[in-house]
Nanobody, 123 residues
Framework: EAQLVESGGGSVQAGGSLRLSCSAS????????ITWFRQAPGKEREGVSC????????HYTASVKGRFTISSDNAKNTVYLQMNSLKPEDTAVYSC????????????????WGKGTLVTVSS
């Protein structure tokens, strides 16, 4: 059974850093895309960053460009999201998703989701 498990969330002050991990099992980790989404209280879920597992291509939503970096370790079946210069508006539950054939922030393209990890940034 395909499974995604996120870790690395926590509480930090503005300007701090966190690294999130998305560990995958039960499916091939050399094709398709894995995307980090986030959902803040009272807001819609939004795509944050995506990586193509076949060629390593990456995409970021405008609000995190230059601050977040997505990467993958295909040997470990893990995708990382390095988050620097965190802002209070980055506070959200971050979830990773898999199953889309290519990078997209359209959430309905993804068939597998983790349960999420909470990131809280205080000012």
């Amino acid at each position: 059974e395909a499974q995604l498990v996120e870790s690395g969330g926590g509480s930090v002050q503005a300007g701090g850093s966190l690294r999130l991990s998305c560990s995958a099992s039960g499916f091939t980790f050399d094709d398709g895309a894995i995307t980090w989404f986030r959902q803040a209280p009272g807001k819609e879920r939004e795509g944050v960053s995506c990586i193509s597992l076949s060629d390593g291509g990456t995409h970021y939503t405008a609000s995190v460009k230059g601050r977040f970096t997505i990467s993958s370790d295909n040997a470990k079946n893990t995708v990382y999201l390095q988050m620097n210069s965190l802002k209070p508006e980055d506070t959200a539950v971050y979830s990773c998703a898999a199953g889309a054939p290519f990078c997209t922030f359209y959430r309905y393209s993804y068939s597998h989701w983790g349960k999420g990890t909470l990131v809280t940034v205080s000012s």
